[in-house]
């Protein structure tokens, strides 16, 4: 939560509200962003489907979402590919067609992705609502200490896309992502469990599961992985 809020901050832009249904989401999402001295409105528990916050996003720019399908790992509040998922997914699209915004940036697990029936009829549904509906893999490791690859569907609003092509900007759509691949001290990762006052900082556990010299290397980001 709140990667693409960075990023977007870097650039000059400016973080216009944040939700997640998980209480502990919310609170490093807040405690990151202080400590990196971002501003902004703090992020709130509160849930997509509840219509009666979505005014508060008019105007934006950029809405980003990331949706459910991990009911295999027990995500809290979601039914991965069940009702339940596909009850977010209508959301988002309901939220979209509301809002009306120039860009919709939607990322999840390549599980989703890999299914072409699935990704058809979630771009279908924001292709009639006027978006030019782009598939993109990412590896997480290319930016964070994490082995995981991600699909985003990025929806862009028919004007901006004419904008994209009026000035010869389709080609940056596919281009290849600069593989960063971050140790976890370059990326600043904070303890789930860390109070307003920690720094930065792994408990025994997270060392245990995330440290090269560990037994199981299936956990290790990418080949070679040093800590330092």
């Given amino acids: 939560m709140g990667g693409f809020s960075i ?77 339940g998922g596909w009850d977010f997914r209508d959301s988002l699209v309901a939220m979209c067609d509301a809002l009306r915004p120039p860009f919709l940036v939607l990322e999840g697990l390549w599980d989703f992705f890999a299914c072409p029936r699935r990704v058809q009829a979630m771009g279908h549904a924001y292709t009639r609502l006027g978006y030019t509906v782009v598939v993109r893999e990412e590896q997480a490791a290319s930016y964070l200490p994490q082995w995981r690859r991600r699909g985003f569907l990025i929806c862009i609003r028919t004007d ?13 759509l596919g281009q290849q992502a600069p593989n960063w691949s971050p140790t976890v001290r370059q990326a600043g990762l904070w303890n789930r469990r860390a109070e307003a006052e920690d720094v930065p900082a792994l408990d025994p556990g997270d060392r245990a599961r995330l440290a090269p010299q560990g037994t199981n290397r299936a956990t290790w980001p990418w080949p070679g992985y040093s800590r330092g």
């Fill in 7 to 83: 990023a977007a901050e870097c650039m000059g832009g400016q973080l216009v509200g944040a939700w997640d249904t998980d209480d502990s989401a919310v609170r490093m999402f807040n405690l990151g962003r202080t400590a990196r001295g971002f501003s902004g409105p703090p992020a709130e528990c509160a849930c997509l489907q509840d219509r009666r916050n979505w005014h508060r996003l008019a105007g934006v720019d950029v809405l980003t979402a990331g949706f459910p399908w991990e009911a295999r790992r027990g995500a809290p509040g979601t039914a991965g590919s069940g009702r």
């Fill in 160 to 172: 901006a896309w004419c904008e994209i092509e009026r000035r010869g900007l389709r080609s940056a």
